[in-house]
């Protein structure tokens, strides 16, 4: 029986992370309803008053295609990514100003953290990585 206990503690704590993974995602779905009203995300997203966003993470600040961007954000020399992300939605004027996103920001650490893992798992393409 002592063989199996490691295999045993492995299995569930690889079925314990996923599980935390999926309550993240679910969270993070339910927290992009606060920006439906600009933005769209997955398959078929297209720009609305803000961007798509797809393909996030990685690219450069500015850059979907067909929507037109502030100045402050063309030129802002961002590249989305985790970090990037974190500190730019508590608030988005702040952080880049001129820019048109006029949200509130979402201050909430684990919140924000969820939001993002939602995101992040959408390719440019709009399909789930």
Not at 28 to 37: A, D, H, I, M, Y
Not at 40 to 53: F, M, Q, R, S, T
């Amino acid at each position: 029986m002592r063989f199996y206990l490691p295999a045993l503690i492995t299995t569930t704590l690889a079925l314990s992370a996923a599980a935390a993974q999926a309550q993240d995602l679910a969270a993070g779905e339910q927290s992009f309803r606060k920006c439906l009203p600009c933005h769209a995300v997955g398959d078929g997203a297209a720009n609305k008053v803000g961007p798509e966003l797809n393909g996030l993470d990685g690219r450069k600040a500015g850059t979907a295609p067909n929507y037109s961007y502030s100045d402050a954000n063309k030129n802002s020399g961002m590249v989305w990514n985790e970090a990037t992300f974190k500190e730019y939605i508590v608030n988005p004027m702040a952080k880049m100003p001129g820019t048109k996103m006029a949200f509130p920001g979402i201050k909430n650490e684990t919140e924000v953290g969820n939001l993002w893992a939602y995101l992040k798992q959408f390719g440019a393409d709009g399909k789930i990585k």
